[in-house]
């Protein structure tokens, strides 16, 4: 987005700023009237417009409010998340999805650098060259984000986004080298990833923008896909689609883990759901910090595992097991998380 010369005067509060959750849940988002100029992300696309001039380049990506995180297929564009546009929307996000994706100053330019490495690709057709695909792969290769497994001690990828995402598809190996490059001076990404295969990457992509430098870009403008201005679905089926998507694949729980887990129990002690119930909060935090997964992920996870225990009529052993107990929980909900990042799906072992 082109920096205005003239200042842009915040919009007026709007009219659904102080409903409630259940009331704001029935507006459409096409009818929220959010928009980039005035809000918060203005100053951070801006950033991002500062550092490509920074190096040179004269692309700019154009930058809309989208539904989620992307850059459509083709496009020199970037989709920013329409609740990041105003504060009452990040409120609801979180407590409807439990974490904001880009909430933070910090992670919001993260992933703004990561978008605009997919739509500079886009804008200079980058990907269809026979030196990119021999760096970093074929952009035809089948892409399945939530089930890549990726080998997290590989020297052969930056590491930029959580959950090791430049190995999920050559598109995304290059946006996050791109990323990479675009945050920190050659010097810096130089002494990072020296002795690492991904420093081919790097110096690959470095020697591609200078190339660009001077270029206009081949591709200048094309559709704006899930345009939130033009999306007529109400906030409610929006959540509800997007809780769907990121639940699927719960397992059957394991009945007998469980029970080997808290043992036979003690009949006067604690019901199980209710111990794990008041330490939800402070478990799925756990998990989601170490395990890089989605907190809604981990907390359905969790949340299901409550409604088993409670089921199976499961209660805690006497105090001096306790903490034996929380430890062998905590491990076990780990181990599924992360084998469900590898490979896509709950279960023991990958």
Known sequence: MERSEAAVQPAPDPAWESLKDDELLTWRICDLGVRIEGSELEGRVNQLNDELA????????ACYLGDEWFSPAGVPAIAIPFYLAHPRLKALEL?????????TPEWCQQLLRHECGHAIDHAYRLSSRDDWRRIFGSPEKEYSPETYQPRP??????????NWYAQAHPDEDFAESFAVWLSMPPEEWRKQYRGWKALEKLEFVHSLMEEVKGKSPKVRHGRRISDASKLRRTLARHYAERRKLYAEEFPDFYDADLRVIF???????????????KNRSALV?????????????VDMLVRKFIQRCQQLGLTTPPPPDQARVSFELAAYLAALVTNYLHTGRFKRSV
């Open 54 to 61: 920074a190096r040179g380049l004269a692309f700019r990506p």
């Open 95 to 103: 407590r409807q999805m439990l974490e904001v994706e880009g909430g």
């Open 153 to 162: 001690y590989s020297k052969g990828f930056v590491r930029h986004l959580p």
């Open 263 to 277: 043992g036979n129990g003690d009949p006067n002690g604690e019901s199980a759901a209710r111990v794990m119930r």
């Open 285 to 297: 935090g756990s998990i989601v910090r170490w395990t890089g997964q989605r907190k809604y992920t």
